[in-house]
């Protein structure tokens, strides 16, 4: 049986051809068996039909795909490679599932839908960042990602070449992969470079797109811009970007189709007429040039904002607003000019009136245009009505017609806007591309219209349909690569596949004698027209194949291009090729006042691809085919030298431009996105098969789909072939150790036909068909074994139903027989309980009956006595009120009468008054008329008019003195020339300052030379103290193997005696007395090597004693400012180490004093019991003595090395001290006597200040050395007899210097008492830190010894791992606490030798220094006190929780504290120890309030907070800072005195609030910082998890591991098969989940509180969910219900980890999302689950839903998702009371705010210890 036979049975479904639809589907009615030539078929219509076939079944009608391969993201992953199919399957996705995407191969097929989609947002961008083509679902920004990943990777350049017909929405396309290249390749330092290139997308629509009458923003203009990007650490970043135009249509200008519109931007302008009233503008239907379309408005289209965002990206690209102003003034004038009217003017006594032509003197237009171009308008007039012809020796002047002056009009407007157009591109180009001239790659996208055919085509669409041929025929060779690698790739054997070549048709058009070589030719011709090129080309190229001539006339011809055959009319292809314009009216622009003008007059014609093949560098142009040559006058030929270019005519051009395209796309690596338009009537997801199917012709997808089918289409991996149909096998012939064997049993059983498949490296490549048969066989197996699976499970099914009928049967039965028994029961209760019940109530109702009525008359009885007593007592008050009324009625009256009389007897008193007033006025007006009154009036006057002549008098005199002021200006002229002069010398002295200062730098060198001198006899002493104590660390080292020698013998000889008691009766035997005899010998010799050391250490000391020999003396040479130090004990240093080992020679020769011989002798005249006894005895008694002694003399020789090291410290910093304060004053008198011009004498003097200085310090010197011989040789004789010393005359000594030495020592001994003292306080203070710090580490150490014993007790056995880890930790914690506590004790021991050697060291210093008759008695005792005290005071200090610091240390405790604080250190401390640590030096500047110290430590705290934040750090810093800042603030506002917060206090922290301070911006900058470092951490976190979100929650199935969601074919191109990190043996949620516990964990061991972990995985849970519910979006092929199977399994381990945590329900809120999805996919949809499924899906918007549903990939035995269903299903959801929400992604990058809230701390602060470790010791102090 045939695969034919097979698969041609009836119920199959196949594709019959249809007049409208062009294809339908139908169903074979009856089996088809080869040699049949008839099939009988029923379409989906209902129409039976019976089909002719021929014998050998060439024809049969082509078969449907399964369902399973229908909607498939790829077309060529579908069985059945021919047209139907891959129409079908656009037309599900496009109009059922709404997704516009397909992938063809390597085309990415665009399907406009005419309606705006929540496709383009920020969350998709970051959805597709790093995913592999194919991986989700067909996008334009998939493609784009491939292109920037190859970028990366390579480093090579790439172009995306985006073709269709006008309104196909290839304009939208590009404009979202630039906008997708410029999201991902920018970066912080660029950001201006992507918002210019997403700024000339405004500018180049208004400029170069229209409405036609297929779109409504049409592109009349080809353009390929190149996006830059620069290698920047391996990332590529966007530089800049160049604009290549060509072909804009310039007719369009002047003259628009029924329906059409000019380009925008003059309806933008006129638009917005009233920003600019300078350019005089009307309404657009005012304009010639833009009504005649007749359509002037576009639907939802607002010109006036579009010219506002124009304007807006003009200036964010560079456009100045004068070049702004100039371009709108050259529109306008465009506009103007085509408002020119003209008016036929025939000759006189002629009747043609077409002779010529004229223009109205008043025309407005014409006027406005001149002003808007800035040109003389009569030249304009003048060359509108005439044109100039040249002859050999003079110009003609030939009037225009009315029709020539049009045309002659109209060519001038579209040269202008052409130049203006070209222009514009180059200003833009310019601005793009700022970046450096290093090589770059670039990424280029060219928007290119496809394949045109009207009713007429002109030289328009034959240039375009040429431009299509050429992109077919590199497209054509690209796929026949790329085939033909994949074939070498997998290594499979395959032949030529044979591919349509448009060569030919390509020939015909461009080569010899070609259709544009005759063209140039023709237009070459003086009297060429279009009529004589058309016959030429039927002539000529009659040869060609591609060639027709029409059937009637010769205006047109006939190409047969690759998509269609096309009719030319040729018409205007002459005139189009030559585009003149007149060079008089060129001239006429030229000579324009502005300068753009100009400008653009004479800009060259660049074609900016030549020139980037050239390696030219340009600023970016275009290309047109309608630019006319440039006409030059007589002088501009002197000036602008004729180019080649501009002699070329339009199709030359062109066809060198569209060579330089296509060599520039070899050279990259193409990609192809082809749009589609759907429907002519613009309707959002209309589909109209007869016009797709002819635009998938023209743009080369079906030609691809051809070039798959004549090859291997389908494609399986082995493990996704294996998973589908492992079914067709036998389990016998399966291996699951070798997937690829299994895969071959599989075929080899079933296709028969070795040609139809073969078997690559990693995949098996089917030819056409054949999955589609494999998939035929795998569904009737499936329905074979579904019916016998359902057989078993009905039979059951009925079983268990009749079983549960008979159990309820007998069930009903035996309830119903009890009930009825009840019942009856029940009755005759109620029938004796009636009777009982009736006696009591007749009872009961009598009763009621006589407490009613008596009720009753009592009430009736006390509301009449009430009503009674009333009615009397208002009686009364009526009575009353009427006495009252009347007393009130009398007093009125009287008192109405009192008033009116009052009243009469003041008018009589006005009256009288009146009449006296008058008469004395009367009087007084007769006095003002008399003489004596007038002087009176006029004496005021005089002596207002003498005051004014005191002031003109005053005013006189002040101008006299300003006059003479002005007479001495000149003298003060003179005296500032004297100033100047003065300068000018004050300049000279100060350069002899300077060289004054010179002198004096030499000579404070000289003194640093003598100053170097007596620091290099001190750097002396200090190497003989080191030496020395060298050597005393020897010793020391000797003692301690001398001390354990004898310890061991000690330990032998209690051995010895403990064996006595045992053996009283047995004797020695002679091998033990030999060992103890040696061991005498041994103890004997080790005594004498300490008796030798301890000699010498006399000696050394005695010698310190002694005056040293006079040629020590003169080795040494001290000046009288360190004199001072020199005591008796600092003599003869230099020779200290040559007298010890002389002295140490000496001892060992000489004090030996018992000799070997004499113990030997001991030893034999007693007995061996005895004298071992006794040999133990005098050892350890002499081992004692020498200990003492050497301790004695260790302790005096420290003293006597710290006292030297501490006087001459002293004294040296009093010496520097002496002459740093004489520079200084020296200094200081320098200035001021340059200030008083005396600097000449005050460095005179300073000179010889300092050489008598010199002189000084030099006989100084002698002297010294002098009175140190002399002191030398006396010393000792002074020392002994000092008490006799006193009495003596000091007149008798040879000088007065002794006595100066003695009063030095006396203040020497005075500063060794005073930093005795001090030394003694010091070590008492740290005497008791050490004891409190070990009695704190005793308990702690208990504590932990009960932690760890009530933990041991309480082991559980399923907590084992738990308990190891936490006595791993306990056992590090004991041995750190251990070895701190045995550190710390050692320093204790130290300190307290060092503590009584100093005490020692201070009575023999007291000793002596009462002997030299300094210190008496009762200061010794008083000091004595003072140490005690301060001792015991250290016992019992409290502490106030304070950190005392300086201010200069500062950074270092912040680096030791911030910087220096590793997650290692912190887990051992307190949780939020740094920030106890800083507060409690915030209190110690409260404290003292100081407001700067405070200020300063926040600010560099911050500072340092802030470095952690924004510099990359890993998670545990992150986390450990967040745990700290939260516990300061906490800290800040539990003790800032708040009351909100301070409630919870205890007295002792109420005591410790912040007294001086008020941190409420602080708190308020840490949070800032808080919530900073929190969103910081789940940024940094989330881009952890977001590799292990997608396999653990979508591709984990737990059933079959590393399983993938079922996909045909998946392109591989820039796939990473170990991307994913389930590849490995643990399972990926397991991965997932571990991360999650490890960040919790880390949470944890830093001590972050729950509620602020809980809202970290919050925020987690909420990424993990929007990234997992993204990837679901657009990923359709895995929308199935297996799908919601897998999610909810994966969901469920995530939300068991945090129930196992306790934290609360409200962390797993943000995976609600996620748990609907995967319960919708298992739902069920049919129309009766509408409100089920609206119900289940609370937190999932309308969008998502549908999506969901439109993407749900059906089952074999799934029942479809009808149209109905979903438009109920939305129309369900949008009645939900939420918000409206197109978009059906989640934001990814959306972060919940963090909620920082006050917990209580019960950590007191005074309890806090600083570790040693961290070094905090020396810069923190406790108070």
């Known amino acids: 049986m045939s695969s034919e036979d097979m698969l041609y049975v009836k119920g199959a479904k196949i594709w019959v051809p249809h007049t409208e639809q062009v294809w339908e589907s139908a169903t074979v009615q009856r089996d088809y068996r080869k040699g049949d030539i008839t099939i009988q078929i029923v379409k989906d219509s209902g129409t039976s039909v019976e089909l002719s076939i021929k014998p050998d079944g060439s024809n049969l009608p082509p078969l449907r795909n399964p369902a399973i391969l229908v909607g498939q993201n790829d077309l060529t992953a579908l069985s059945y490679l021919h047209e139907p199919g891959v129409l079908h399957n656009l037309k599900v996705r496009f109009c059922e599932r709404q997704i516009i995407y397909t992938y063809c191969g390597i085309i990415l097929v665009a399907i406009n839908p005419y309606a705006e989609l929540p496709l383009y947002g920020p969350s998709i961008i970051r959805a597709y960042r790093g995913r592999s083509i194919g991986e989700l679902e067909p996008h334009i920004f998939a493609l784009a990602e491939e292109a920037y990943t190859k970028l990366e990777r390579e480093k090579c350049d790439l172009s995306i070449i985006v073709s269709g017909e006008s309104g196909a929405g290839k304009t939208v396309s590009a404009k979202y992969a630039m906008r997708y290249f410029a999201a991902v390749g920018g970066s912080e330092s660029e950001t201006q470079v992507e918002r210019k290139v997403l700024a000339s997308s405004p500018i180049m629509e208004a400029f170069g797109n229209a409405k036609t009458t297929r779109n409504d923003n049409s592109s009349r203009f080809g353009k390929f811009t190149k996006l830059l990007f620069k290698n920047n650490m391996s990332v590529m970043n966007l530089t800049g970007a160049t604009m290549h135009t060509y072909l804009l249509e310039k007719s369009r200008v002047v003259f628009q189709a029924p329906g059409e519109r000019n380009y925008h931007i003059f309806y933008q302008l006129c638009d917005a007429r009233e920003m600019h009233p300078e350019l005089i503008l009307d309404h657009q239907d005012k304009f010639e040039y833009l009504k005649m379309g007749q359509s002037s408005h576009i639907d939802k289209v607002f010109d006036k904002e579009q010219f506002k965002e124009t304007i807006q990206a003009m200036t964010v690209l560079g456009f100045s607003t004068l070049q702004i102003a100039d371009i709108l003034n050259i529109l306008a004038g465009i506009m103007h000019l085509g408002n020119i009217k003209f008016i036929a003017q025939g000759k006189k006594g002629s009747e043609d009136v077409d002779d010529g032509c004229d223009i109205y003197h008043n025309d407005l237009h014409l006027h406005i245009t001149g002003e808007m171009l800035k040109i003389n308008s009569d030249n304009l007039r003048q060359w509108l009505k005439t044109r100039q012809i040249e002859s050999v020796n003079e110009h003609v002047l030939i009037p225009n017609s009315v029709v020539t002056a049009q045309a002659a009009k109209d060519a001038l407007a579209k040269h202008i806007y052409a130049k203006l157009f070209q222009y514009i591109v180059q200003v833009i180009n310019k601005s793009l591309n700022t970046g450096s001239r290093k090589q770059t790659s670039f990424i280029g996208v060219l928007d290119i219209y496809g394949f045109e055919t009207f009713e007429i085509n002109s030289f328009e669409q034959f240039c375009i349909n040429y431009a299509n041929e050429k992109l077919q025929q590199q497209f054509n060779q690209h796929v026949f690569k790329l085939e033909q690698e994949e074939y070498l790739k997998e290594g499979i054997t395959w032949t030529m596949i044979d591919f349509y070549d448009n060569q030919p048709c390509i020939d015909l058009i461009e080569s010899k004698l070609g259709v544009l070589d005759l063209l140039d030719e023709e237009c070459r011709m003086p009297k060429g027209s279009d009529e004589s090129w058309a016959g030429k080309l039927i002539e000529k190229c009659n040869k060609y194949h591609h060639f027709e001539k029409p059937r009637f006339g010769t205006t047109s011809f006939y190409i047969k291009h690759f998509s269609d055959t096309v009719e030319y009319d040729v018409y205007g292809f002459l005139e189009k090729n030559r585009d003149t314009v007149s060079k008089e009216l060129v001239n006429v622009i030229r000579q324009s006042q502005m300068s753009l003008c100009k400008q653009l007059m004479e800009m060259e014609e660049i074609d900016t691809l030549c020139a980037d093949a050239a390696k030219v560098t340009t600023l970016g142009g275009r290309v047109v085919i309608s630019a006319s040559r440039q006409q030059l006058t007589a002088d501009n030929r002197k000036r602008v030298a004729p180019s080649k270019q501009h002699r070329r005519s339009v199709g030359s051009q062109f066809r060198e431009s569209l060579s330089s395209l296509i060599t520039t796309l070899h050279a990259t690596t193409p990609h192809y996105v082809r749009c589609i338009k759907p429907n002519d009537d613009k309707v959002a997801f209309k589909w109209e098969a007869s016009k797709i199917v002819q635009q998938l012709r023209a743009c080369g997808v079906l030609e691809t789909v051809r070039i798959s089918a004549a090859g291997f289409p389908s494609r399986w991996s082995y493990h996704d072939f294996y998973m589908r149909y492992q079914l067709l096998c036998h389990r016998s012939l399966i291996n699951k150790n070798d997937l690829k064997q299994s895969c071959q049993n599989i075929v080899a059983k079933w296709i028969l036909d070795a040609d139809k498949y073969r078997f690559g490296n990693t995949q098996i490549f089917f030819r056409a068909g054949q999955v589609a048969y494999l998939e035929q066989m795998r569904a009737n197996l499936r329905k074979k074994y579904i019916t016998i699976i359902q057989s078993v499970v009905r039979r059951f099914i009925h079983r268990k139903r009749f079983q549960r009928l008979q159990r309820t049967a007998l069930g009903i039965q035996r309830y119903a027989r009890g009930y009825l028994a009840r019942q009856k029961a029940q009755q005759m209760r109620e029938e004796h309980a009636a009777v009982i019940i009736s006696k009591y109530a007749r009872g009961w109702l009598c009763r009621r009956r006589y407490v009613r009525l008596r009720h009753t008359i009592c009430g009736i009885q006390q509301y009449a006595r009430g009503m009674l007593a009333r009615r009397r007592f208002q009686a009364a008050m009526d009575y009353y009120r009427a006495v009252q009324i009347q007393r009130f009625i009398r007093g009125y009256l009287a008192r109405r009468a009192y008033q009116k009389r009052r009243r009469a007897i003041i008018v009589c008193q006005s009256a009288v008054r009146r009449f006296l007033a008058r008469r004395q006025f009367r009087r007084l007006k007769a006095e003002a008329k008399t003489i004596s009154h007038i002087q009176k009036m ?480 009762g200061n010794i005792k008083e000091s004595d006190k003072k140490a005690v005290a301060n001792v015991s005071k250290q016992k019992v200090a409290n502490y106030q929780g304070v950190l005392k610091f300086r201010k200069e240390d500062l950074d270092k405790i912040l680096q030791r504290l911030v910087t220096g604080m590793t997650p290692r250190l912190a887990i051992g401390l307190l949780p939020g120890f740094p920030a106890y640590v800083i507060f409690m030096c915030i209190r110690y500047t409260d404290l003292i309030n100081a407001d700067d110290d405070v200020r300063d430590l926040l600010s560099k705290f911050v500072v340092q907070i802030k470095k952690i934040h924004r510099n990359p750090n890993v998670i545990e810093i992150r986390s450990l800072w967040l745990v700290n800042s939260i516990t300061l603030l906490n800290l800040l506002k539990q003790y800032g005195d708040v009351e909100e917060y301070v409630k919870f206090n205890t007295e002792k922290q109420n005591q410790q609030q912040l007294k001086n301070f008020n941190l409420f911006e602080y708190r308020r900058v840490i949070l800032d910082i808080i919530i900073s470092l929190y969103q910081v951490l789940v940024k940094q976190i989330q881009n952890l998890l977001e590799q292990y979100i997608v396999p653990a929650i979508l591709d984990n199935d737990e059933i079959q591991r590393n399983r993938q969601v079922q996909g045909m074919r998946v392109r591989t191109a820039s796939m990473d098969s170990t991307s994913s990190p389930e590849h490995g043996k643990v399972a990926a949620w397991k991965l997932l989940i571990n991360h999650l516990e490890q960040f919790y964990k880390q949470f944890q061991h830093f001590g972050l509180d729950s509620c602020y972990s809980e809202q970290i995985f919050h925020q987690l849970l909420y990424f993990i969910c929007a990234v997992a519910l993204n990837c679901l979006m657009l990923r359709g092929d895995i929308c199935m219900w297996e799908t919601g199977m897998i999610i909810r399994y994966n969901l469920g381990y995530i939300e068991d980890w945090v129930r196992g945590k306790k934290m609360s329900n409200d962390v797993l809120t943000p995976l609600a999302p996620l748990n609907q999805v995967s319960q919708l996919l298992q739902s069920r949809k049919s129309e009766q689950d509408v409100q089920t499924i609206c119900d289940l899906c609370t937190s999932l918007n309308t969008a998502q839903v549908l999506k969901v549903m439109k993407s749900y990939k059906l089952d074999d035995y799934e029942s479809e998702i009808t149209n109905t269903f979903l438009e109920k299903l939305t129309a369900k959801l949008n009645e939900r009371p939420m918000i409206k929400n197109d978009e059906f992604t989640m934001d990814q990058k959306f972060i919940h705010p963090f909620k920082v809230v006050f917990k209580y701390s019960d950590v007191k602060l005074e309890d806090i210890e600083l570790p040693k470790h961290l070094g905090l010791d020396d810069l923190l102090t406790k108070i």
């Open 938 to 1417: 006029y004496k005021g006057l005089e002596n207002k008019i003498i005051s004014m002549q005191q002031k003109i008098d005053e005013l006189n005199r002040e101008n006299s003195s300003l006059k003479s002021k002005s007479s001495e200006i000149s003298v003060l002229k003179m005296k500032l020339e004297v100033k100047k002069s003065l300068e000018i010398e004050l300049r000279s002295l100060k350069a002899i300052v300077s060289e004054k200062d010179q002198t004096l730098a030499v000579l404070n060198k000289q003194l640093e030379a003598e100053r170097d001198e007596k620091m290099q006899l001190l750097e002396e002493k200090d190497r003989t103290e080191e030496e020395w104590k060298r050597q005393k660390q020897i010793w020391h080292v000797e003692n301690i193997e001398l001390r354990k020698q004898i310890d061991q013998m000690i330990e032998m000889a209690k051995n010895a005696e403990a064996n006595e008691d045992l053996r009283k009766e047995r004797s020695f035997s002679e091998v033990e007395t030999n060992e103890i005899n040696e061991a005498y010998q041994r103890a004997i010799k080790e005594k004498e090597i300490i008796e030798n050391e301890n000699y010498m250490l006399k000696e050394e000391l005695s010698r310190y004693h002694k005056p040293n020999d006079s040629r020590d003396i003169q080795r040494h040479s001290r000046s009288v400012s360190n004199a001072s130090s020199q005591n008796e004990e600092d003599v003869g240093y230099v020779s200290a180490k040559n007298t010890l080992e002389l002295k140490r020679h000496q001892g060992g020769e000489n004090t030996n004093q018992i000799s070997p011989e004499t113990f030997t002798s001991i030893e034999t005249t007693s007995t061996p019991k005895s004298g071992q006894t006794s040999l133990i005895l005098k050892l350890r008694s002499i081992l004692e003595e020498e200990k003492k002694k050497n301790k004695l003399l260790n302790e005096q020789l420290d003293r006597l090395m710290k006292r030297h090291k501490h006087t001459e410290d002293s004294i040296r910093v009093s010496e520097l001290e002496v002459e740093n304060e004489k520079l200084r004053s020296d200094y200081d008198l320098l200035r001021s006597s340059i200030n008083h011009g005396s600097e000449m004498n005050e460095l005179e003097a300073q000179y010889q200040a300092l050489q008598e200085e010199l002189r000084r310090r030099r006989d100084e010197c002698i002297q010294l050395k002098a009175v140190l011989q002399q002191q030398s040789q006396s010393i000792k004789s002074f020392g002994s007899t000092s008490i006799s010393l006193r009495g003596v005359d000091l007149k008798n000594l040879n000088d007065n210097e002794l006595i100066e030495a003695f009063q030095a020592q006396k203040l020497v001994n005075r500063q060794l008492e005073s930093e005795l003292t001090a030394l003694t306080e010091e070590n008492n203070a740290h005497l008791g830190d050490l004891t409190r710090q070990i009695d704190e580490l005793r308990h702690e150490k208990t504590q932990l010894q009960e932690v760890l014993h009530n933990g041991l007790e309480q082991i559980d056995e399923h907590n084992i791992e738990a308990l190891r880890q936490n006595e791993r930790y306990l056992r590090y914690e004991l041995q750190r606490s251990f070895a701190q506590y045995t550190q710390l004790q050692e320093e204790m021991n130290a300190m307290t030798r060092k503590f009584e050697a100093l005490r020692q060291c201070k009575d023999k210093l007291m000793l002596k220094l009462q002997e030299h008759g300094i210190l008496q008695e």
